[in-house]
C-alpha cells in the first residue's frame, strides 16, 4: 500500500483553488468566484469537493469568455452548507469540468428563448454570457426568468443588464405577488406568450429549472407547436463521481454526468425516466 | 505458450510455492461458518485449502479489484487531498469462466472514457488463474449467457480432468507463462489432455442450466426494446424488500457510493467508495426529497434493463447478466433471477 | 474556539449504551480532548443550564420523564438519541403490547407495584415526545458508529445514517443467509449501521436497530409461504424490537 504518486493521477482527486470573491445574493443563494481556469463550455459542471465533508456538483455560472469561473451555491445540506460558511481566500477542491454543455454551433444564428426557474437560471448564464460576449453569431434573445418569491430573485442587476442589450429581452415574474414588486405575477409559461418578435418554432429554446417546472413548460411549448428537436432541457441528478462510474446518474441508459447535463427534448424520446 | 499438465502433487507443491514467495495468494475456500458447504475467496495458508471443485462462491471475486470499501483520497479536513492507490500483487486462483467474463467486462468499463486508477492499478497487479466448472451451482445458467467457458483475462487457466488427480494449465500472457514455469515438475500436455479438457468445457456449455433462457442474450435488447411497461415489473417487485443483495453478489454490479471521513483528531480523514445497489431506496434520490426511481418497481426494472440492456451499450453488446446464479439464491422472496424475468416478457414480446 | 459542550442524560434502560461509549477505551480518550463532558448521570449533580449536544439514552416510560426531557430538549442546540431504547422505544415497547399497564406494573413487581416510583406510562421513544436531530441505533450502540457520528457533528455535518437494509452489510461480509437454515431473519426490513453484527455471527438479525424508513413488511408475510413458515412465527420474531413502531403486521 502506498500513497505515492506512481500510478496514473485519479479522476477523484480534485485540485485545490481559492474562492476570490463572495457574495450572498438572498437568504439561500451565496455567489463564487474562482480565478482558477479550467477551460469549460458553457452548460458544463464541476464537482466541489470539501475534504472531510464531500462532493456536490455545482453548475458553472459563468461564460468562458470571462477569466475564471462563477457559481452560485444554494444551501441544501453537507457540502453546501459549508460552502456558504466559506469566505474569500478559503480554498475548495475542484473536479472537472464534465458534462457535454450547450450545442453552441447549432445555436449560432438563430433566435434563442431561454425559459428559467429559480436556480436554473445559475447554469443559463453561462450560455447567456457567452452569447453577449459574441452577440453578432447570435440572433434575437428572450429570457424568461421566474422565481417563486420576490425576495428569492437572483442576478437582477444582470436581468437588467441584458435588458439593456440590442435584441435582448427579458422577462420576469414572481410567483407570489409582493409589495415591491410591480412586474409580473404568475408563473413562467405565462411569460411565453409575452415574447415579442420571435418565432419559437424556428428558435431554439432552453429549459432549466427545478423538476417539477419541465412538464409545464413543455406543454405550453407543445400547444405553440415547437418541434422536440428545438426544446434542450438541463437536467439534475444524484451524481457522485461525475465521471460515468458511480452508476448514480444514471436515467435509463444515459449517464446525465457525461451526456448532460443538457439535453435536446427529441434525444430524450426513449428516455421515459428523464422528465 | 505452453499447456502443460499436473498431476496431483505437482499441483499442489505449485500451489505451496506460489503460497511461499513473496506474493499474496487468495483463492476458493469452504466457508466455516457455513460448516463447509459454502465457498468464498480468501487468502491462501496452504494448498490444502484451496477447492477447485467448489460450486460458486458467495460474492464475487470482483473484491479484489473493487473491495466493498475502499479509500481513494486520504486528505487534510478542508485542505489538500492525496490520491491512494492499493499498489499489493495478488495471486488469485480458481475465477469460474462466468466471472473471468464479468471482470473482463469491469475492465473494460473502469478503463473506457475517464480511466479509473484506483481499480485498474488493482486489476493489473492481480495474476488470475482461471479454472474450468466441476460442480454447478444450484442456480447457474452460464450455459444460457454463453458464459461456460471463457478465452481472454486471466493468466493461467486450469482444467481439473477428473476429481482433481490431474489439471491441465494453460497459460495465455507471460505472466502466467512466467508462474506457470514454476511448476518445475509439470509435463506437457498431450494431445489427449487437450481433447479431455474439450470435451469438459464442451459439457460445460450445456451442462451449467439450471435455469434456461429462452432466447439469445443477444436478444435481450430488443426485447426490452419493448418491455418497459410491461406488468412483470410491478408483479415481481411488490415483495422487493429493497435490500440490494441482486447487487451486492452480482459480479457485474459495479456501481458505488462515496463517502468522507474523519479522524479523531478532527484534522484529517479519508474518502471511500463503498458498493452500492441501484435497488436502495436512496439510489437516485437528491436535495429536497425528490427521488427519481422512487417505486419499487422502476429500481427492479432497471437493474434487469442495466443487465440486459443499459451496460451492453457500453461494453461492446456484451450482456452484463453473466448467468452466475448469486442473485437467484440471494433475494430471499425469490424475485430477482434475470431468467424467470426474461422469460416472463418472452411469453408475451418477440424480440 | 471553545469545545462543543457535550451532556449525557438517561431514562427507562439498562445503561448498556453508555457502557458503548466507556468501551470506546482509547478513543474515549479523544472524545474526552474534543468535547467538554458537562453532564453525564449523576456523577455531575449540578445542571449546567446549555448544551452543544445532548445525548439521550433510554425511553420515556413515566409523566415526569417527559417533562424532563423536553428541557432538555429546550437547553440543546443539537439532540441525539442514542440506543434502541431512545430511537424506537425498543424493548421497553414491549409492555404497550398490554393493555392495562396496572396489571403488567402487578405482574412485575407484585406487591411493590403501588410504589409511587414505579408510576409507569405507555413507553415512548425519545422522538415521540421531542423533536430528535440524529438516531444513533441499536441495543447497544455500535461503538464505532457512535464515534463517527459524533465526529461529522464536531466538524459541522450532518451524519450518514445508512436507511437501507442489514442485508446489504450481511452480503459485504460473504455471510450465508440465516433464511438458508430456515431462520426468520428480520435483516431485509432492518435498518443497517451494525455491520450485519448477528449474521456474521451466525444468529438472525432480530431487528434491535427498528426499521427502515420504508419497510415492505407486507412482503415479509408473503415469503413465509415460500419458507414453509407461518405469519404468527413472523409476528412472534417481531414482537422483541418491534413492538408498536410503525408498521405491524
Ligand atoms: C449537474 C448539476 C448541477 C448542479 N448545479 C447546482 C448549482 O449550480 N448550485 C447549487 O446550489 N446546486 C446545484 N446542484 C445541486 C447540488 O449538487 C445539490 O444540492 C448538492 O449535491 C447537495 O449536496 P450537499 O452535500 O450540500 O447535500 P447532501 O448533504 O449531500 O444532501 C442533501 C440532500 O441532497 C441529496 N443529494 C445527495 N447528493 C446529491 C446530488 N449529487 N445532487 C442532488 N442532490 C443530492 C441527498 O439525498 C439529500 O436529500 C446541481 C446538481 C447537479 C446534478
Ligand atoms: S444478474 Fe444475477 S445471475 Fe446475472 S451476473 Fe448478476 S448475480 Fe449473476
Ligand atoms: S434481492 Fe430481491 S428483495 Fe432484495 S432488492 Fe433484489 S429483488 Fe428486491
Ligand atoms: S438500547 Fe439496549 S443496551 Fe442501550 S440502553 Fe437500551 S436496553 Fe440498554
Ligand atoms: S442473513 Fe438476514 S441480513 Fe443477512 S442477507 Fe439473509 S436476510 Fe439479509
Ligand atoms: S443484525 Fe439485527 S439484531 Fe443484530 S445488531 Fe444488527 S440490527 Fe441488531
Ligand atoms: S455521477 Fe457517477 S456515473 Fe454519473
Known amino acids: ?275 | 505458450m505452453s499447456i502443460k499438465k499436473l498431476n496431483k502433487d505437482v499441483f499442489k507443491s505449485f500451489v505451496d510455492s506460489m503460497i511461499a514467495s513473496d506474493q499474496s495468494v487468495v483463492g476458493v475456500k469452504e466457508k466455516v461458518q457455513a460448516k463447509g458447504n459454502k465457498f468464498a475467496f480468501g487468502p491462501l495458508e496452504n494448498a490444502d485449502q484451496l477447492r477447485l471443485d467448489y460450486d460458486v462462491t458467495l460474492i464475487p471475486p470482483k473484491k479484489y479489484m473493487l473491495p466493498q470499501t475502499e479509500t481513494l483520497l486520504t486528505y487534510e479536513v478542508k485542505g489538500e487531498s492525496k490520491q491512494h492507490v492499493d499498489e499489493q500483487k495478488l495471486i488469485l486462483v480458481g475465477v469460474h469462466p462466468y466471472d473471468m467474463i464479468a471482470i473482463n467486462q469491469m475492465d473494460e468499463l473502469f478503463s473506457q472514457d475517464e480511466y479509473d486508477t484506483h481499480y485498474m492499478t488493482r486489476r493489473n497487479n492481480i495474476t488470475v488463474i482461471a479454472c474450468d466448472v466441476v460442480n454447478a451451482s444450484e442456480n447457474i445458467f452460464a450455459s444460457s449467457m454463453e458464459t461456460a467457458v471463457v478465452e481472454k483475462g486471466f493468466d493461467i487457466l486450469l482444467t481439473d480432468l477428473g476429481k482433481g488427480k490431474e489439471y491441465v494449465a494453460e497459460a495465455i500472457t507471460e505472466k502466467g507463462e512466467a508462474l506457470l514455469a514454476t511448476a518445475v515438475d509439470a509435463t506437457d500436455a498431450d494431445d489427449k489432455d487437450i481433447a479431455k479438457r474439450s470435451a469438459i468445457q464442451e459439457a460445460n456449455k450445456k451442462d451449467l442450466d439450471k435455469h434456461t433462457l429462452n432466447c439469445k442474450p443477444s436478444e435481450l435488447s430488443s426485447l426490452l426494446e419493448q418491455a418497459y411497461e410491461h406488468p412483470v415489473w410491478e408483479e415481481k417487485a411488490k415483495t422487493c424488500f429493497s435490500c440490494g443483495s441482486c447487487n451486492t453478489t452480482c459480479p457485474t454490479c459495479y456501481c458505488f457510493d462515496v463517502q468522507d471521513l474523519v479522524n479523531w483528531n478532527l484534522k484529517d480523514g479519508q474518502r471511500e467508495r463503498s458498493w452500492d445497489g441501484c435497488l436502495l431506496k436512496d439510489f437516485a434520490n437528491v436535495a429536497g426529497d425528490h427521488n427519481f426511481r422512487k417505486q419499487k418497481e422502476s429500481r427492479f426494472r432497471h437493474r434487469l434493463y442495466r443487465k440486459g440492456k443499459y451496460v451492453p451499450t457500453k461494453i461492446g453488446g456484451q450482456v452484463a447478466c453473466v448467468g452466475c446464479g448469486r442473485c437467484v439464491g440471494a433475494c430471499v422472496p425469490d424475485i430477482a433471477n434475470p431468467v424467470a424475468v426474461y422469460n416472463r416478457l418472452l411469453e408475451d414480446i418477440k424480440p | 474556539m471553545s469545545k462543543p459542550r457535550v451532556a449525557i442524560f438517561d431514562f427507562a434502560c439498562c445503561e448498556g449504551c453508555q457502557l458503548q461509549i466507556v468501551n470506546l477505551e482509547e478513543e474515549i480518550l479523544d472524545l474526552i480532548g474534543a468535547v467538554d463532558v458537562v453532564e453525564w448521570r449523576e456523577a455531575m449533580s449540578e445542571q449546567s443550564e446549555e448544551y452543544d449536544i445532548a445525548i439521550i439514552e433510554g425511553s420515556i416510560t413515566r409523566p415526569e420523564d417527559e417533562e424532563r426531557i423536553k428541557d432538555i430538549r429546550s437547553k440543546a442546540k443539537v439532540l441525539i438519541a442514542i440506543g434502541a431504547c431512545a430511537t424506537t422505544g425498543g424493548l421497553n415497547k414491549l409492555k404497550n403490547n398490554f393493555d392495562d399497564l396496572e396489571e403488567v406494573k402487578k405482574c412485575v413487581y407484585s406487591d411493590a407495584s403501588t410504589m409511587p416510583h414505579l408510576e409507569t406510562a405507555m413507553t415512548k421513544a425519545v422522538d415521540e415526545v421531542v423533536t430528535v436531530d440524529y438516531k444513533v441505533h441499536g441495543c447497544p450502540i455500535e461503538k464505532a458508529e457512535f464515534g463517527s457520528i459524533i465526529r461529522s457533528l464536531l466538524l459541522g455535518k450532518a451524519p450518514e445514517i445508512p436507511d437501507y437494509p442489514v442485508c446489504v452489510e450481511c452480503k459485504k461480509n460473504e455471510n450465508v443467509c440465516r433464511w438458508e437454515y430456515g431462520e426468520i431473519c428480520l435483516g431485509p426490513i432492518i435498518r443497517a449501521g451494525c455491520g450485519a453484527k448477528c449474521p456474521t455471527a451466525s444468529y438472525r438479525c432480530f431487528g434491535c436497530r427498528g426499521y427502515v424508513d420504508d419497510p415492505n413488511v407486507n412482503a415479509a408475510v408473503d415469503v413465509m409461504d415460500k419458507y414453509g413458515l407461518t405469519v404468527d412465527q413472523l409476528k412472534s420474531k417481531m414482537v422483541l424490537f418491534g413492538s408498536k413502531q410503525g408498521p405491524t403486521l
Open chain 1, 1 to 275: 500500500m502506498c500513497d505515492c504518486n506512481s500510478t496514473e493521477k485519479s479522476i477523484y482527486l480534485p485540485e485545490l483553488a481559492p474562492i476570490t470573491k463572495v457574495a450572498m445574493m438572498n437568504e439561500t443563494e451565496m455567489y463564487m468566484h474562482l480565478d482558477h481556469d479550467i477551460g469549460h463550455k458553457p452548460g458544463q459542471f464541476v464537482e466541489v469537493s470539501i475534504a472531510g465533508i464531500g462532493e456536490a456538483p455545482i453548475s458553472i455560472s459563468s461564460s468562458p469568455t470571462e477569466a475564471g469561473f462563477d457559481m452560485v451555491i444554494r444551501k441544501a445540506g453537507r457540502v453546501t452548507d459549508i460552502m456558504h460558511q466559506m469566505q474569500a481566500g478559503d480554498k475548495l477542491g475542484i473536479r472537472g469540468p464534465f458534462g457535454s454543455g450547450y450545442p453552441i454551433d447549432e445555436m449560432k444564428g438563430k433566435d434563442l428563448v431561454f425559459v428559467c426557474g429559480g436556480i436554473g437560471l445559475v447554469p443559463q448564464r453561462s450560455m447567456i454570457n457567452y452569447i453577449m460576449d459574441n452577440r453578432a453569431d447570435f440572433g434575437k434573445i428572450a429570457i424568461l426568468q421566474g422565481t417563486k418569491e420576490f425576495a428569492q430573485r437572483i442576478y437582477h442587476d444582470e436581468l437588467e443588464r441584458w435588458a439593456g442589450v440590442d435584441g435582448v429581452q427579458v422577462l420576469e415574474t414572481i410567483d407570489v405577488a409582493h409589495d415591491s414588486w410591480n412586474g409580473n405575477v404568475g408563473v413562467v409559461t405565462t411569460l411565453i406568450d409575452k415574447i415579442d418578435g420571435i418565432d419559437l418554432t424556428k428558435a431554439v429554446n432552453l429549459i432549466c429549472g427545478p423538476p417539477i417546472m419541465y412538464k409545464f413548460v413543455l406543454m405550453v411549448l407543445q400547444e405553440k407547436e415547437v418541434s422536440h428537436e428545438n426544446i434542450f432541457v438541463n437536467l439534475e441528478r444524484r451524481m457522485k463521481c461525475g465521471v460515468g462510474k458511480c452508476g448514480h446518474c444514471q436515467m435509463n441508459g444515459q449517464y446525465v454526468c457525461q451526456s448532460g447535463p443538457v439535453y435536446r427534448y427529441s434525444d430524450l424520446a426513449n428516455i421515459p425516466e428523464a422528465i
